[in-house]
């Protein structure tokens, strides 16, 4: 089959071939037609990333779809041809999806939403995943519920902003002027946070309670401002980001509570892995009753012209990007 390895830190990608893999008892054989594109693949490559634990030399790719090929023993109801979608790949010393094939743990896939193409059901998982497990697992969003993103035209905040939108809540979601459009499309009302304090859009789309739930999904000190919306007593704040070290105290005040998301420790550590699983097959419903969808950076990408399309992620794209094979 034919790859694009990784050599060493910062190295073009080199397409080269290797053996096809065989799924043994509990896997999938995969036939890959998209792999998505994500930051901490560019982190991986840029040697930036230990908590990912992908060494290089390494063939990158956390996000795929494709066809089932094979299937090993024990593998569940998967039938060869069945058209799937997982985050299932390039992390933990796991080959990755920028290949013709690769085996992924049964428990990892789910059916690919058949109102998307593959490209675009490649560029959903990691991001799909880590807005469900902060919104519904942690938040246990609903009707009711108002919910603040942060960057809500970003990868994990356009599909949170969709969630949040189809289970109900009343959504709000910051951005730059350049993402009013966005946001507004997603069934959100936009924030500009260039052009107004955390204190004033709390006191404008609240009354200066907060709000029920606040998803951060950008980090330090825009964290640190996400304690300060949650709503006293019962405001729950969760972020996909909380790497840093941040003050408890804003957050504490109020009775407020906070989560964290790290979505890739099933990958890591093998328990959970029939969970994310679950996620998608949920979210592929929702997908096809037409309630999410990924914005897609119009530009298009195989294995020839991978190095681009990693300069592009790295550079600004106009939404997500996928590789196609």
């Known amino acids: 089959m034919n790859v694009l390895m990784v050599d060493t830190v910062d190295a073009p990608f080199r397409l080269a071939t290797l053996p096809k893999p065989v799924a043994g008892p509990g896997e999938v054989l995969v036939r890959i037609r998209a792999s998505g594109l994500n930051p901490l693949d ?38 060869p041809g069945d058209e799937v979608y997982a985050l299932g790949t390039g992390i933990g010393g796991v080959q990755g999806s920028l290949a013709e094939f690769a085996v992924v ?31 519904v697992d942690r938040a246990r969003v609903g009707a009711g519920h108002r919910v603040l993103i942060q960057g809500g035209a970003g990868g994990v905040g356009h599909v949170a902003v969709q969630l949040a939108v189809a289970f109900g809540a009343e959504v709000y979601a910051t951005g730059s ?8 499309g997603l069934g959100a009302t936009f924030i500009d946070y260039q052009q107004q304090t955390i204190e004033e859009y709390v006191a404008l789309h609240t009354e200066g309670e907060g709000f029920d739930i606040v998803y951060d999904t950008v980090g330090g000190a825009t964290l640190d401002a996400s304690f300060r919306a949650a709503k006293t ?48 097959a949920e979210a ?42």
């Open 42 to 79: 560019g982190k991986i490559r840029a040697g930036q990333a230990a908590h990912a634990g992908q060494p290089l030399p390494a063939i990158l790719g956390m996000d795929l779809a494709g066809t089932v090929e094979a299937v090993g023993a024990s593998a569940g109801e998967w039938q």
């Open 105 to 135: 743990d049964a428990r990892l896939l789910a059916k690919k939403p058949v109102t998307l193409s593959m490209r675009e059901a490649a560029v959903l998982p990691l991001v799909l995943i880590t807005a469900w497990e902060g919104l």
């Open 177 to 184: 002027a350049r993402h009013r459009a966005t946001i507004e």
């Open 233 to 280: 007593y019962s405001g729950h704040v969760v972020s996909c980001l909380g790497w840093g070290q941040h003050s408890l105290a804003p957050l504490s005040f109020r009775g407020a509570t906070y989560s964290g998301v790290f979505t890739l420790l099933p990958l890591l550590t093998g328990k959970g892995r029939e969970h994310h699983g679950h996620i998608l």
């Open 284 to 325: 592929t419903l929702l997908i096809d009753a037409g309630k999410l969808k990924p914005i897609m950076d119009p530009r298009q990408f195989d294995l020839r012209t991978a190095n681009a399309a990693y300069d592009l992620l790295a550079s600004g794209a106009q939404g997500r990007l996928a590789i196609e094979i």
